[in-house]
């Protein structure tokens, strides 16, 4: 008789993704599409050209003084965008 080593397709996918290399970009997607959710939709809508580079994530406010704010509060929205993909994925925000 066979023995058969069962998994769930979940960990069976999260492992495929890590082997070609891509869930860093996956979880990255995932960093960029929670903004909205994080900062609410009056800040979404004036944000625009967001990005990730080398594990910081830039992000284009329009107005001034929300971009101020908003530069205050870096380490409260790290947080706040990493707990919503569940693991670290950026260290910083840069607001332009």
């Known amino acids: 008789m066979f023995k058969r080593d069962v998994k769930p397709l979940g960990d069976v996918l999260q492992q495929f993704l890590r082997n070609e290399g891509l869930e860093t970009p996956l979880l990255q997607k995932r960093i960029i599409d929670a903004w909205n959710q994080v900062v609410g939709d009056r800040i979404a809508g004036y944000s625009s050209d967001k990005f990730i580079k080398n594990?910081?994530?830039?992000?284009?406010?329009?107005?001034?003084?929300?971009r101020q704010d908003l530069s205050m509060m870096r380490s409260q929205l790290v947080?706040?965008?990493n707990s919503s993909v569940g693991?670290?994925?950026i260290s910083d925000i840069k607001i332009y």
């Open 87 to 89: 693991t670290s994925v």
């Open 55 to 66: 594990q910081v994530l830039f992000v284009k406010i329009v107005n001034p003084a929300l």
């Open 79 to 81: 947080k706040r965008l």
